[in-house]
């Protein structure tokens, strides 16, 4: 998803903010923007202590946990495990047509019909269940026959005429209406028209979807999780405009009509062909102004680009989008792998809940982006399109591995800065090494600073403990900054050549399919032949960093360098010391270099040197390929260059 601008962001892009979903570098704000899912957990137990008012209730005196703090894994009156598993999918859905009607603009009100294609899996199915919290649903028929329906807690159950064996296709038509006054941001969002707005889109209605997390249950039935995917259509019927500015419609995939009706009203088709996961379906009407910034002359020539913007603003928009047909060039070369859909449109909507949101061929961004100054929002356009291929065309399982959407998409922010230096200045790389440092760099500051976490009282960038699926957006191990610095440790780890073979391997295996994080761990572990296991138990299964506290010690006489370091970040059972590889490079006097690695898997760990000359700097990790948070306690004395906390500066040129 696109970040939040009330949560802090990580990368360079934190001021633009991306999805719903984003990561934070100031402190860490959790700020709810939709009602939480219905039967979730009892706790929160993703981001807070369980002694927190709102947790858990603790155990009751007299009893033997009352010994014993409360465990947050667990809810203490029930015993049950507080954890979220993947819905199950009793049918495979294949294809969801949605017929809208939106009759009077003025209201946030519609009609609609939606023909849903499902394959009943596993066993014969008597009953199919649907996720559906707000649709009014009026008649249900399967195979053409009527079928009796109930709706409760957010559920619509339909009693199937007869049983639908295993493998067997069914078409399930269900009619219903919808009011969605009450939303914001979550399912459809109704901006009136303001009178005194700044021109013809601002004065006029506009409607805009956001389906994730768990969203577009709100506008529509649907199996409301991301480990679906099916092709969508929608067909929208408006009535006309009443000035001279028209309505526009944008959805998924390719535009396949615009039909003017002999009652006045006019129907758009748009087709999504290739399947996609339902919280990705988006729609969004409004008096937009609408430019192909695409064509033949375009880096990605035969892709349509249109931007969706107000009227007025599409001669500042053109410029802040402009390198959007460079970036989809890019990613395509560097991920082996053709840019997937019809179109990259990019729309621009009012009162959005987030910086911006990567629906499948239409990534939809707060108002603001159209008038920002040129080449501000390259980190928020590089993110929502990276997301088209990590995300979109691979879907994290379950929002437990959401890190494989968000990382990867905060990581092509980087990726982008330093193919943008590397093609503005072609003949001196370290400058493209070094824009991409910075963006990495800046991810790891804001996790050193924030990340105190420890387990079981908080959760890893990888659990299903979490009381809503909004939260795990913005948890303490966030899936954007930690998840980029997760992905650029193992580029660090593997070098350029088996990593980016490994992720090109990890696409081509896994597209228009759903990942587990494992499922990267397996791909990086075959083409490298590194065990990768503790690595990922250490920075992505586990909560929190490692503390390094490093002593410097100079010996003239013998012309020797003692480095040493101790782990202290909370140890106990839970939290083990880590295991690490930290790449050291010491300055020397005269201009000289020597590099070490400490190696040291208990809590502390040392290295003697013999130097040539005398130290005038020690870097500790400067690549960060053991993220940490790094202070020298005992400092080189009458050192030249401190070295700022936590080090991670690009290296010098
Ligand atoms: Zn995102």
Known sequence: MPLDLTRPHTVRSWLLACSLVCALTAPHVAIALHQPA????????????????????????????????????INPETGRKVANWPKARHFDHLHMRLDLIFPDLSKPELTGVMTLRAKAQGRTRATMVLDSRGPKIESVTVGGIQATFEVADGKLRIELPRPVPMDEEVTVVLRYSLDYAANRGEGLTFSAGKPDGKGPTEQSTQIHAQGQAELNSRWFPCHDF?????ATELVVTLPASTDEHPWEVVSNGR??????????????????????????????????????????????????????????????????????????????????????????????????????????????????????????????IAHE?????????????????????????????????????????????????????????????GLRRNNRATAPRFTAMVSNRYSDPERVFSKMDNPYSKGALVIHM???????????????????????????????????EEVSGQSLEHF??????????????????????SSTLTIAAEQTQTIDRFNPAYALSLPIVVELEGGGQARTVL?????????????PARPTDVRIDPDITC?????????LPRAKKPEPEGGGEPASP
């Open 385 to 445: 399109l990276a997301h088209q291929w990590f995300g979109n065309l691979i879907t994290c399982k379950s929002w437990e591995h959401l890190w494989l959407n968000e990382g990867w998409a905060t990581f092509a922010e980087a990726l982008w800065a330093e193919e943008e230096e590397r093609q503005n200045h072609p003949d001196d790389p370290a400058m493209a090494r070094n824009a991409y440092m910075r963006s990495i760099a800046q991810a790891a500051q």
């Open 226 to 230: 991301p480990n679906e995917r099916l």
């Open 627 to 635: 993220l940490a948070a790094v202070t020298k306690r005992t400092p």
């Open 490 to 524: 193992l580029r660090q780890r593997l070098g350029d050549n088996a990593f980016f073979t490994g992720v090109r391997l990890y696409v081509d295996r896994h597209k228009f399919g759903t990942v587990e994080t494992d499922d990267f761990r397996r791909v990086l």
């Open 255 to 380: 535009l396949e009509s615009k039909v003017q009706n002999p009652d006045g009203t006019t129907t758009w088709h748009w087709n999504q062909a290739l399947p996609h996961p339902p919280y990705l379906v988006t729609l969004g009407i409004a008096k937009f102004a609408v430019i192909d910034i695409g064509g033949p002359t375009s880096a990605r020539p035969g892709l349509p680009m249109p931007i969706y913007v107000p009227i007025g603003t599409e001669e500042k928009a053109v410029v802040v989008f402009e390198d959007t047909a460079r970036m989809v060039a890019f990613f395509e070369k560097l991920f082996d792998e053709p840019y997937p859909w019809d179109m990259y449109a990019q729309v621009c909507v009012r009162d959005f809940a987030a910086g911006g949101m990567e629906n499948t061929s239409a990534t939809f961004l707060m108002v603001s982006a159209a008038t920002s100054a040129p080449g501000s929002q390259d980190d928020l």
């Open 38 to 73: 219905t039967a979730t957990p009892p706790a929160e137990p993703a981001s807070l202590p369980a002694s927190q008012p709102g947790s858990q209730p603790g155990p009751q005196p007299g009893t033997d946990a009352a010994e014993a703090p409360s465990d947050p894994r």
């Open 599 to 611: 190696e040291f898997s208990e809590r502390t760990g040392r290295v003697t040197l013999a130097l």
């Open 536 to 557: 990922f138990e250490s920075y992505a299964l586990r909560p929190g960093l490692p503390k390094l506290a490093i002593d410097l010690a100079w010996e003239s006489g």
